[in-house]
């Protein structure tokens, strides 16, 4: 049992390239969820998936765009990046909405744009 | 919507001692939950404890209870017996009822020295 997994582990890229992070998990979790954690800050929801086949925003969602490829799989693609999207991304999944029940994360990816 | 302060950016404690770290929080929601999480240094998110908001009761998770005063909107957490494996940092996140999005404070840092 995996729990939650993400790749890569670290990405470096140019600004306005592109690339798609990819989260799965194996608990068979209703919803997924991507955030990010800059420095000295908490985690803050950038999209998240309440059920396959439905995605909503969540506080900072500029510049991203989500799928929910099927019940496990959860990726966020960034088409043009930024220096202001350098970031560590965390993907996590609960059974029920994040209100009710317990997220688990996975370990994070660690971006940085130049 | 949510807002969230975690006053101590760092905390230390002894090993075996107690630890409180402190979080008052604004919400405009009548029922609520609210969160500690706990980030050590792996990065990967871990829950700690949870509270629902119209519970008296304050909720106990082995070592770890919070003091919830809900009229001061004031959420702290206490460490008792503090273990080396207790260091990291620490969120609290507060959150409407059946709501996908937490919002998380920025953290507090917790040293344990043996």
């Known amino acids: 049992n995996a729990g939650v997994t993400q790749t890569p582990k670290f990405q470096v890229l140019k600004t306005g390239q592109s690339m798609t992070l990819q989260c799965a998990q194996d608990m068979n979790h209703n919803s997924m969820y991507w955030y990010r954690q800059d420095p000295g800050m908490g985690l803050r929801l950038i999209y998240y998936?309440?059920?396959?086949?439905?995605?909503d925003k969540g506080e900072v969602p500029n510049g991203y765009n989500v799928s929910r490829l099927n019940k496990r799989e959860f990726s966020l693609r960034l088409e043009s990046a930024a220096p202001s999207q350098t970031s560590v991304y965390f993907c996590a999944s609960s059974e029920e909405p994040a209100s009710t029940d317990t997220q688990y994360f996975g370990p994070g990816t660690r971006l940085t744009v130049l | 919507a949510q807002t969230v302060t975690q006053s101590q950016p760092e905390m230390s404690v002894q090993e075996a001692e107690t630890v409180t770290l402190s979080c008052t929080y604004d919400?405009?929601?009548?029922?609520?939950?609210l969160f500690w999480y706990k980030q050590p240094p792996s990065r990967q998110m871990i829950l700690v404890i949870r509270q629902e908001a119209y519970k008296q009761q304050n909720a106990t998770e082995n070592r770890f209870s919070v003091n919830f005063q809900k009229a001061a909107k004031s959420f702290s957490l206490k460490i008792s017996d503090s273990q080396l494996g207790d260091a990291a940092m620490y969120f609290c996140a507060p959150t409407g009822a059946g709501s996908y999005q937490l919002t998380f404070g920025k953290g507090t840092k917790l040293s344990v020295i043996p």
């Open positions: 919400t405009s929601e009548s029922d609520y939950y």
């Open positions: 998936s309440a059920s396959e086949g439905t995605t």
